[in-house]
T-cell receptor
Framework: QKEVEQNSGPLSVPEGAIASLNCTYSDRGSQSFFWYRQYSGKSPELIMSIYSNGDKEDGRFTAQLNKASQYVSLLIRDSQPSDSATYLCAVKNNAGKSTFGDGTTLTVKP | EAGVVQSPRYKIIEKKQPVAFWCNPISGHNTLYWYLQNLGQGPELLIRYENEEAVDDSQLPKDRFSAERLKGVDSTLKIQPAELGDSAVYLC???????????FGPGTRLTVT
């Protein structure tokens, strides 16, 4: 079992819909949680960071964290074709160890 | 503010040859990471530096890989000798401290023939 699990997808949503991306992690010592977007052939780009339970909103993006359930999610509202990419979930524990999931591929259809 | 700089962007070498990658982190970022990324997978940590100290190198194949971060700023990752299975993208990232978000450089795509 991987330390950080994501559905590989592909996840396909129509333009304007809400895309929901999920991530679970196994290390209960995890303290910091991040979502990255990676376009094909490019390096990961930070979208959101979240450190405490609850929701954090930034524009069309909302990150949700539930430490008791060891679950973090990313919602993308009003999805656009330019949101089509692979979304990586990353987790850091209190020792600074960083672990990435293998990503979920999102396709937004016009 | 300049981002993480990496060079070269692409490298093609024959197996058994040496290769080196260079990374300059964002100014003021004390934590530097080297990752390996294979197609369809997430980045896998090779080594993490806090200033000039390697604090996590448990996943670095030390028989052929080495890294250094002299003066706690830029860093070099070396492979000697390269094997076919080393073909991948090598990513460098930096963060202000170990708990904070990381910012990635553009990566070096290595092809070993």
């Amino acid at each position: 079992q991987k330390e950080v699990e994501q559905n590989s997808g592909p996840l396909s949503v129509p333009e304007g819909a809400i895309a929901s991306l999920n991530c679970t992690y196994s290390d209960r010592g995890s303290q910091s949680f991040f979502w990255y977007r990676q376009y094909s052939g490019k390096s990961p780009e930070l979208i959101m960071s979240i450190y405490s339970n609850g929701d954090k909103e930034d524009g069309r993006f909302t990150a949700q964290l539930n430490k008791a359930s060891q679950y973090v999610s990313l919602l993308i509202r009003d999805s656009q074709p330019s949101d089509s990419a692979t979304y990586l979930c990353a987790v850091k524990n209190n020792a600074g160890k960083s672990t990435f999931g293998d990503g979920t591929t999102l396709t937004v259809k016009p | 503010e300049a981002g993480v700089v990496q060079s070269p962007r692409y490298k093609i070498i024959e197996k058994k040859q040496p290769v080196a990658f260079w990374c300059n982190p964002i100014s003021g970022h004390n934590t530097l990471y080297w990752y390996l990324q294979n197609l369809g997978q997430g980045p896998e940590l090779l080594i993490r530096y806090e200033n000039e100290e390697a604090v996590d190198d448990s996943q670095l194949p030390k028989d052929r890989f080495s890294a250094e971060r002299l003066k706690g700023v830029d860093s070099t990752l070396k492979i000697q000798p390269a094997e076919l299975g080393d073909s991948a993208v090598y990513l460098c990232a930096s963060s202000l401290d170990p708990t904070r978000e990381q910012y990635f450089g553009p990566g070096t795509r290595l092809t070993v023939t």
